[in-house]
């Protein structure tokens, strides 16, 4: 019989070599990020109900804000700032936003310049302390809804910047957010 021997040995190695490839392999598609999630309308979860318990507790995160218009409205980022990706706490953002409380809020800035000022220009107003944060909370919680997608790998803090950076830009179907594009 001609061809080579069959060598145990050397099956067991090649095994354990394309058992190693398709583990890296497995693990760098786990950690590419489709941005095709951020944009499909089924994926979005409205602030009302923002369900923030199912979002991993650990990684870095990419989201899309949108109106109930379907307008694409804002892009942002979370848990970038330690070294891992176990310390990262990709949670925390979201929160933020569906409390609506401006201070040190850049977003919920916005929503008061873009959507609520517009609607109280020309009314009667009577200040109260916190007010405008709850018509900013009240016009997330009824009007806007989020996507997400999540990097838990160490380098996600560094991908989703530059994915945000990129839709900023408009690099999915040309889509600028209204709020934040650069």
Known sequence: ?????????????????????????????????????????????????????????FGSILYTIWNTGGD????????????????????????????????????????????VLPQIIGRPYSAQNGQTDRMVRKYIHENLSYAYVIDQSDEGNKRVRDFERSIQQGAWQGMKPLLNPF
């Open 1 to 57: 019989m001609g061809g080579a021997k069959f060598n145990e040995r050397s099956c067991a190695e090649h095994l354990i070599q394309r058992y190693r490839k398709f583990q890296a392999e497995s693990f760098t598609l786990r950690s590419i990020i489709s941005i095709d999630h951020l944009f499909d309308p089924a994926n979005r979860i409205p602030f009302r109900e923002p369900k923030v318990e199912n979002i991993p507790s």
């Open 72 to 115: 694409f409205v804002y892009v942002g980022i979370e848990g970038i700032r330690c070294q891992t990706a176990k310390d990262r706490n990709p949670r925390s953002r979201i929160t933020q936003r569906w409390q609506g409380m401006r201070s040190g809020d850049q977003f919920c800035i916005y929503v008061q310049d873009h959507f």
